[in-house]
């Protein structure tokens, strides 16, 4: 793939392989979309980018441009290398799921980014391990001094995107969060679609 736009539909998922040196580019086509992110070691799909060890390794809850994301194995799997966005990430959430909806009253099938990640590295004929923790790209969950958090819509602007860099060959997998109960997506909280380069 080389400086092909692809879709990330709304309320689903995509992967892509992403070379060691490589870029990929991930847009908020319509701004105020979460776009929950993984990285897997291409040869080895137990080897993935954990939020814990990035918190650890970059001694901060957010990273930054010329941060590293490091893998389970403490290795840089990703370089955030530009961010046009207010930089406002989220590294703590975990990807929502059916047993999430559940908790939020939901009774039929729902969709889910736990569902989209098995379903983008599917399309690759990979299968995850289990769900890692995403990073949560322009999910806005400000918190407070005793811990209190909150959900609220996100600060980017349409077009906004972040560029990573692969430290190693791998898999990137990205999903437009299907999140409409809680304010987390803008636009009334109707997901919408991403898109993504990879070059």
Request: glycine residues 8%; aromatic residues 8%; charged residues 20%.
């Amino acid at each position: 793939m080389s400086d092909e736009t692809v879709t990330v539909p709304a309320r689903g998922g995509k992967a892509a392989h992403v070379k060691k040196g490589q870029h990929i580019k991930i847009i908020n086509t319509h701004g105020e979309q979460v776009v929950d992110t993984w990285a897997f070691n291409a040869d080895d799909v137990a080897e993935f980018m954990a939020m814990d060890a990035t918190r650890a390794y970059n001694q901060r809850m957010v990273p930054k441009v010329g941060d590293h994301l490091v893998t389970n194995q403490r290795r840089p799997i990703l370089t955030l290398v530009e961010d046009t966005s207010p930089g406002v990430h989220d590294t703590q959430m975990a990807a929502c799921d059916r047993w999430r909806y559940g908790l939020l009253g939901v009774k039929e099938y729902h969709d889910n980014c736990a569902d989209n990640l098995t379903a983008g590295l599917g399309e690759l004929g990979l299968k995850e391990t289990h769900t890692p923790a995403p990073l949560n790209l322009f999910m806005n969950i400000p918190w407070t001094p005793d811990g209190g958090l909150s959900f609220e819509a996100p600060v980017t602007k349409p077009g906004d995107y972040v560029v990573f860099k692969a430290e190693m060959d791998c898999v990137v997998a990205m999903s437009a969060c299907p999140q409409d109960l809680l304010p987390i997506n803008g636009k009334g909280g109707e997901p919408t679609e991403a898109h993504f380069e990879v070059y």
